[in-house]
Every structure is written in C-alpha cells, then in structure tokens.
C-alpha cells in the first residue's frame, strides 16, 4: 500500500519526536511491505518565522492532498505572555482544525502497567482505566464572534452550535461506544447553557438509534470531580471544545502516563494524528523528548487512517517491550536506572520490531 | 452583639445539617454573649413546591436585611433529568448571586491531616495544599443573553465581562493573597477568548498597585492538570465564573476532605455562607448526612461577616477534635469504626465546645 502522509513536526522537540515516529513508521512500512511518502510541511512559530503565518497556504494544501497527518507540536516561549499578539502559533492550530474540517479531536486515556505508579493518583483509584474523550473541535466559544465593545472596556465571546454539529460529533461517540464497553456520557451544563440545552436534547433524540448504548448526561463540574475519584467509571465521553479542552487535559494527568498519550483529530477531509503533550521548549535540541507519545501516534494513523491493525499492534507491542526493559527517556526512568536519548528509544524500537 | 442571620435550610441534607450548624452557632454564641436572631426563609425545591418560585421576593428581602446568610443546599431529583424544566431549584440560586450580588465566590481547599488518606490522590501530592479560589459569580456566559435561532436548530450562550467586573473580583484576589503567601494566579484562556484576554489586561494593569503580590497567568487546561498534579503549588486563584464552577470542583476532590469544604459568596450586600456539597437527595431524613462542612462555613460567617476570630477558631478547633477522635458520620468513619448520626455529631460539638 502506498501511504501519502504530511509532516507537520512544527516547533520545539517537535521534529525531535516526529523524527524517532517516522524512523518507526518506515521500518514498519518496510516489515509489511508498504510505502511512505512523507511530505513536510510548515506550521506554528516555525511558519511564522519562515513566512509571517501559522498555517501557510501550501501547508493547508499538502494536508488536504495527504492520506493522513502526522503533527508533533507548536508553541514558542516568546509568544506565552503576549495572548494578545497579532499572530501567534495558536492561531494556526485553530485554524489548520477548522480548514481541515477536524470536528472530532479522539483523546484516549489509559494505563500502561509499568507506569501505574507514577500517577499522583493512587493505584487502586486508576487502575482499569480506559476512556476516551470525543472533543467537538471547531465550533463552541472558541469560533464565535468575540471582540469589544463599549470603548474596549467590555468583552464578549459567543458560544455557538447547530444541532448538525452536535450530531456528527455525537454520531463518532455512539461508533465508538458501540466498539467498546457501549458506555456513553454526555458532558453539558445544561442547568445553565442553552447550548448545552441543544447537546443534552440533541443526544437523547440519538439514543433510539442505538438501543444497545447506555448513555448517561453528566455536568461538567461533576465530571472534573470523578475524573480524579474514578477514572476507570468512564468509557467514551463527549463534550463540547471548551469543556473538552480542559477535562481531556485533566484526564490525561491522571493515568500517570501522560508522556505517552496519542490522539487523533477527525472530521471531513484528512485525519491529523498528534502527541497530547506540547512543545516543551526547555528540552529543544536536547535529544532528551520523550518520543513515545508520537510513536502511538503514528500507531494509531495506521489502525485508523490506513485500517493497519497489525501494524498498529506492532507498533505499540514494541512500545509496551521498550518500557517494561526499561528503555526509556529520562521522564520515565525509575531512580538511578540507565536513560535513553530521544534518538536511541527510536533506534531502539526499530530495531526490535 | 446581635447577630441577625437569614436562614436558608433548602432541599434534601439541607435541613438536617443547618440544624447542626445552627446548634453550634447557638452554643458559641452563648458562650460569647452574643445573641443570634435566625429568620428562616424558603429556597430551591422547596420554594417551588411552597409558592411556586425557587427564590421569592420575601426571602430576598430576608437576606437583604440579615447581615448574613447561612445556606444548605438546593437541589431535587425530580428537576435532575430535565435541564429545561421552565422552573428549576438552580434558577433561584442564579437569582440569589445576581439579586445580592454575590460577585465573589470564595473556596477555600485545604487538609486536614487526619483525612488526607481519604484523598484519591497520594499522600505526597496533597500534604500542605491550602489554596483559595475567588470565582467570579454573577457574570460571563452564566448570565449573557442565551438563546435559540434557526427555529431551535441554533443555540447559543455569550460570554460577557465588563472590565469594573473583573477588577472587583481582582481586587479581592489581591488583597487575599496580602493576607496570605503574596502569591496570585490568574486563570484564564487567553489565548483563544476575548473575554479572557481583558481578564489578563486588567489584573496586569492592577499590578503595580499590590509590589508584593507575585502574579502568575495560566491557562485553565494547564490548571486543570497542576490542580492533580501539585496542589500545593497553588495559593491564590482569581477566574471567571465558568472556569471557576469547573475548577473548584476539581480542587474540591483533592483534598480528601471535601464533604468538609465551606464557603462563602461575598458582594454587594449580605454575605451567604454554605457547605460546598450539595443536597445529597439519598441520604435525606436519614440523619447520617455530615454537618461539619455546614458548621466550618458558620466558622467562616464568625470570621468574615462578623470578624469574630475567636469564635470561627473555637469552632474550627471542636471540629478538629472531632475528626482526631473519631466523633464523624459514617462518611469519614475508619472501616469497623463507629459512627455517629448528623445529630450526635451536632451534640457532641456542643458539648466540647
Ligand atoms: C493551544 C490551544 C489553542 C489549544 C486549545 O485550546 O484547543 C490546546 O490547549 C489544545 O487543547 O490543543
Ligand atoms: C447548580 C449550578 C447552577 C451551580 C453553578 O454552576 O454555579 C453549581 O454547580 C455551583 O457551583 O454552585
């Protein structure tokens, strides 16, 4: 099979990690005999500074002309205390999702085994876990219309949706549901919002299409509690970008493996494949990133994007061996164990395979 | 001195532990001299069964002329399932923030030493947490224009903020965190809304006006993880309304002691102190509801309304003993450990007071 794939690595350890993921990805297209076309690309404070935008033109069309996206991170530290900047890297994310039409940001979380102890939770509370959020990507208070009034002296940020938004994202949780444990909750806050309203009545007139799904409505503030006091009660949820923003960070805290996370952005045209985790400026050029969460990354473009199941498996078969041997960049290692580079975990995986 | 207090029992556990918040009260006041006037009024559930609204102009002129208000809890499992019920508990305490002006809502988070294995996060994450949230409460998409277009097929909720609105709120963030370690943190999401960016403007701007107080801005995704990660790191924290209704509840699960929490909701005119739980329908008229987060939000209303100190820590300090001695509902109680009922919980504070 023949893979066109963008390279979007972006900004900060960014082409580190991407670097270590396309090393893996090769040497799994090599074992089953397929072939990758990797076409790079600009994005974030790299485009910036290469052509004054985010989210270049050229950029938009290799994405949309690629079989899939595999993205690392952007930011750059001298864009963090000026929010208010004319162009900042944030403003290509939002919009390469919204050009490329990425309704539904997938964000599993779970637990690897061997890193169970390093959550700030306690083992019993997080064992088990196996949740996946389905963040709404492009509509919501973060693509509404916002600005000033009154002088600058008042601001405002709409918060929008249409039923047809709701239902594509919540079509993708019901899928999911049925491919899992057909546990479906629905995060709103809806004693509040209006559209919230619209999400909790658009969901439940779902519900009779899937008849083997158990859906439960649960507000916000309630699930950013039992997400700390019970993770594994949750399968698949839904939600909204803003609320989504915030509980799939906290969620991602909890496993103790959030170094390691991978998700997927979805929706009309090609599927973007991406690190939870940022740029991390401080380790740029240090070789000392933690390339793991991209390699799962490309393990999951290839199960999704390219229905790879077996080099999928392979993928994340090889990452479960690197940890248990303990072949692991310095955020992992146990105290006084050896540590790994960036470049040597990846040398490491091919190697295996 | 004459202490006139509005008395909102509300729904469910509300009763039962406001009738032991009141019996402590009473006995510290008695033992200070000072004499208490409870006027009662009707809020929430019980409200609408009573006449019909969930906060009517007669306890509004009660709280108006109290010079505090102690509250239980709203809320009732027959208004649960539909958010959109025309008349809702949760209205009338929307209502009561925006009709008082209860512009500030003030979380405190600590721990109690001997409940802090209760936590589900371990014992090293949480020692020493004591962080204070102000959530701005009668503003932002809580109480923008809300609506539907489109004939229903569109929703939508503004988001809306006055600068006078956040230096209100600021102002009490700065002039808590003199009190306390000189260290603010500003949450907000200014790198996506509007709203938040003069959030970020105005307490920048008031700066200068507090030298000492050391000011940090963070994301509310990026709160959302440090809040399990490193508790203790935080002191101070000042956002809007909808984050705040999200965070401190997060925070709230922390600690380990969160059926322990007060809280106080600070403005204009009376002040309204209350437990941070809510009305915990399935223990109602079971008299095992725990009292304590009632009776240490009585402590707060000594301190903060009447600046008795001696009182409030008398109070905190019986509350204290009782956890030391296991003198808990069965909520808090060591597995095989006796329990005591709402009541006995009550009586026993009275009598080591
Ligand atoms: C950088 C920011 C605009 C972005 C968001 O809020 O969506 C980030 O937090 C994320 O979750 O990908
Ligand atoms: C009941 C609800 C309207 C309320 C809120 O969102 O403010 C509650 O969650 C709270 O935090 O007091």
Redesign the interface.
Request: hydrophobic share 40%; charged share 25%.
């Given at each position: 099979m023949k893979l066109n794939i963008a390279l979007l690595a972006g900004d900060g350890i960014g082409p580190e990690v991407i670097n270590e993921a396309v090393k893996v990805s090769d040497a799994i297209a090599k074992k089953f005999n397929h072939e990758i076309v990797w076409t790079p690309a600009l994005t974030g404070a790299c485009a910036i500074d290469a052509v004054g935008v985010p989210y270049p033109d050229e950029t938009h069309e290799i994405c949309m002309k690629a079989d899939a996206v595999l993205f690392g991170a952007i930011g750059h530290p001298k864009y963090d205390?000026d929010?208010?900047a004319p162009v900042?890297p944030?403003q290509g994310l939002?919009l390469m999702r919204k050009k490329l039409g990425l309704f539904a940001n997938v964000r599993p979380t779970f637990t690897f085994p061997s890193l169970i102890d390093n959550s700030?939770?306690?083992r019993e509370?997080i064992e088990g876990t196996d949740l996946v959020f389905l963040r709404e990507l492009t509509g919501g208070?973060?693509f509404?219309e916002?600005?000033?009034k009154?002088g600058?002296?008042?601001?405002?940020?709409?918060?929008?949706?249409?039923?047809?938004e709701v239902q594509r994202l919540a079509k993708k949780g019901f899928e999911l549901a049925m491919t899992r444990s057909k546990k479906l909750c629905c995060v709103d806050?809806?004693?509040?919002?209006?559209?919230?309203?619209?999400w909790?009545?658009t969901v439940q007139a779902m519900e009779k299409d899937y008849p083997e799904v158990t859906v439960s409505?649960e507000f916000?503030?309630?699930v950013?509690?039992r997400?700390?006091?019970w993770p594994n009660s949750y399968d698949v949820l839904i939600t909204e970008n803003?609320?989504g923003?915030?509980?799939t960070?906290?969620a991602?805290?909890?496993s103790g493996s959030m170094g390691l996370m991978p998700s997927a952005s979805v929706g009309e045209h090609t599927s973007l494949y991406e690190p939870i985790h940022g740029s991390y400026p401080q380790a740029t050029g240090l070789n000392i990133a933690n390339p793991l969460a991209t390699v799962l990354s490309a393990a999951m473009m290839f199960e999704d994007a390219f229905k790879l199941t077996a080099e999928a498996e392979a993928i994340r078969s090889v990452v479960n061996k690197s940890l248990e041997q303990g072949i692991v960049t310095e955020d992992l290692a146990v105290k006084g164990a050896k540590t790994y580079s960036t470049s040597e975990v990846g040398d490491w995986l091919v190697a295996n395979l």
């Amino acid at each position: 099979m023949k893979l066109n794939i963008a390279l979007l690595a972006g900004d900060g350890i960014g082409p580190e990690v991407i670097n270590e993921a396309v090393k893996v990805s090769d040497a799994i297209a090599k074992k089953f005999n397929h072939e990758i076309v990797w076409t790079p690309a600009l994005t974030g404070a790299c485009a910036i500074d290469a052509v004054g935008v985010p989210y270049p033109d050229e950029t938009h069309e290799i994405c949309m002309k690629a079989d899939a996206v595999l993205f690392g991170a952007i930011g750059h530290p001298k864009y963090d205390n000026d929010p208010s900047a004319p162009v900042r890297p944030e403003q290509g994310l939002l919009l390469m999702r919204k050009k490329l039409g990425l309704f539904a940001n997938v964000r599993p979380t779970f637990t690897f085994p061997s890193l169970i102890d390093n959550s700030p939770l306690k083992r019993e509370r997080i064992e088990g876990t196996d949740l996946v959020f389905l963040r709404e990507l492009t509509g919501g208070i973060y693509f509404g219309e916002k600005g000033r009034k009154d002088g600058g002296e008042t601001a405002f940020d709409n918060c929008v949706y249409t039923r047809a938004e709701v239902q594509r994202l919540a079509k993708k949780g019901f899928e999911l549901a049925m491919t899992r444990s057909k546990k479906l909750c629905c995060v709103d806050k809806a004693n509040v919002l209006e559209t919230s309203r619209l999400w909790r009545e658009t969901v439940q007139a779902m519900e009779k299409d899937y008849p083997e799904v158990t859906v439960s409505y649960e507000f916000v503030d309630a699930v950013a509690m039992r997400l700390v006091q019970w993770p594994n009660s949750y399968d698949v949820l839904i939600t909204e970008n803003l609320f989504g923003d915030i509980l799939t960070d906290e969620a991602s805290v909890i496993s103790g493996s959030m170094g390691l996370m991978p998700s997927a952005s979805v929706g009309e045209h090609t599927s973007l494949y991406e690190p939870i985790h940022g740029s991390y400026p401080q380790a740029t050029g240090l070789n000392i990133a933690n390339p793991l969460a991209t390699v799962l990354s490309a393990a999951m473009m290839f199960e999704d994007a390219f229905k790879l199941t077996a080099e999928a498996e392979a993928i994340r078969s090889v990452v479960n061996k690197s940890l248990e041997q303990g072949i692991v960049t310095e955020d992992l290692a146990v105290k006084g164990a050896k540590t790994y580079s960036t470049s040597e975990v990846g040398d490491w995986l091919v190697a295996n395979l």
